[in-house]
């Protein structure tokens, strides 16, 4: 208590007040100096009592708008994850159910990016000559189409939350264009000549395996194809029999187009 003395006897009064006012930022020894200090220099009980009591109430204040704020985090937090959390109680079986697939389309999305970044770079050379040869295509087509798709993806999921129509017409046109490119990719595999391409294919996928996998995977887009299709999901986000029939050819038909490269 002594170096506080001593060093408090040289502060001003404004100085030992401001001591007083935010006690809560000093030690107990501190602040009883200061009070001493100012009572040795005239200072009434009741002024410091004053002080004191302004010091409560601005805690008090302080601690009131923390918690406000703490309230307000905790309500935004419940805002952001009420309409996403498929298990909240009362939800309609079909709400549960869109909330679900959404969370499985984040997974396939960030999925798909991955096979795209990982496609691209184990088989940029092998892409980009199949192309050029063929159809004079060149490295940068390859590259904008990875991430066209890429980008098709992310906006279509993000709208999907969101119950956003353009969502729905990009997941149900990539979820076509999946489940139909998988069959044209099966039959090209099975019924094809032996090539770089179908070797590079075994590679990917072990050929144990890759039955299986195209039975999982075609099993997986077919029932997201009936989900999105289906009359209470088309409702929910405002699509017409004659929009999801339109998006359903044009995937179907970019598929053609596509697998003629590799057919032809």
């Known amino acids: 208590m002594t170096e506080f003395t001593e060093r408090y006897q040289k502060l001003s009064k404004a100085a030992l007040l401001e001591i ?6 000093y030690q107990a020894t501190a602040v009883e100096t200061a009070k001493l200090e100012l009572l040795t220099r005239g ?7 004053e002080v004191i009591a302004v010091n409560l109430e601005q805690a008090a204040q302080q601690q009131k708008l923390l918690n406000e704020q703490q309230k307000a985090k905790k309500a935004e937090m419940k805002v952001f994850l009420e309409p996403i959390n498929p298990f909240l109680k009362g939800l309609s079986g079909h709400e549960r159910e869109i909330r679900i697939m959404s969370w499985i389309f984040t997974a396939i999305g960030l999925y798909a990016i991955i096979v795209l970044i990982e496609l691209y770079n184990l ?5 980009n000559d199949l192309f050029s040869m063929s159809r004079g295509f060149e490295e940068n087509y390859i590259t904008l189409l990875c991430l066209v798709f890429g980008f098709m993806i992310v906006i279509g999921v993000v709208l999907f939350w969101l119950r956003k129509r353009f969502g729905w017409i990009l997941i149900t046109f990539l979820a076509v264009l999946g489940i139909i490119g998988k069959l044209f990719n099966f039959f090209y595999v099975a019924n094809k ?5 179908k070797r ?4 990917i996928m072990s050929s144990d395996w890759s039955i299986m996998l195209y039975c999982v995977y075609i099993s997986l ?15 929910i986000f405002s699509v017409t029999s004659s929009l999801s029939f339109l998006v359903f050819m044009l995937a179907f038909v970019l ?7 590799f057919i032809n």
């Open 20 to 25: 007083i006012s935010n006690a809560s930022s």
């Open 43 to 49: 200072v009434s009980e009741e002024d410091l009592n």
């Open 123 to 127: 088989n940029q050379s092998l892409i």
């Open 193 to 197: 000549a032996s090539s770089e391409f």
């Open 200 to 203: 590079n294919m075994d590679a």
């Open 221 to 235: 887009f077919l029932y997201v194809c009936i989900f999105l299709f289906r009359r209470k999901t088309r409702q």
């Open 255 to 261: 598929q053609i187009v596509v697998w003629s490269i």
